[in-house]
């Protein structure tokens, strides 16, 4: 079920520009939603609705990759590996920074933004690892 789930949750982001009704887990977000003034164009408030969508679904992924993430530390932790690995996050950043060149995003950014994430995952697995019992890097 929860991998259903998230092919739903990944299907629903070609949706999000379009800024009509998304659902993720179980808040509704519609144009409806947001509050109407005539001073705000109908484009700004279309266009913050798919923002606000987008963000949503931000917010979901992130949590999806820190639950796999999770599981990471702990199979490294069973096993005694490092929390960190310097090869595999190089090997991230340089995949990251291709598909940002290739979205039309500064890879600069993503490539912030990844580490941010990394670090986050690095401290994470180095607490399941003191958990476990295995010596932290």
């Known amino acids: 079920m929860r991998e259903a789930h998230g092919m739903w949750r990944r299907a629903c982001i070609g ?8 659902v993720v887990g179980t808040t509704r977000h519609t144009l409806a939603s947001v509050s109407t003034t005539p ?7 279309r266009l913050r609705a798919s923002i606000d969508n987008l963000d949503a679904a931000l917010v979901h992924l992130l949590a999806e990759r820190f639950r796999c993430t999770q599981q990471v530390g702990v199979l490294k932790a069973t096993v005694g ?3 960190s690995d310097p090869a595999r ?14 979205a039309g995003l500064d890879p600069v950014f993503a490539e912030k933004v990844l580490g941010f994430i990394i670090a986050e995952v690095i401290r994470n697995h180095g607490t399941i690892a003191e958990r476990a019992g295995w010596p932290d890097e």
């Open 39 to 45: 001073e705000i164009p109908a484009e700004l408030i």
């Open 89 to 102: 996050e190089e090997q991230q950043m340089t995949r990251l920074r291709e598909l940002a060149a290739e």
């Open 15 to 22: 949706f999000l520009c379009a800024g009509l009704v998304l």
């Open 81 to 83: 590996l490092p929390p």
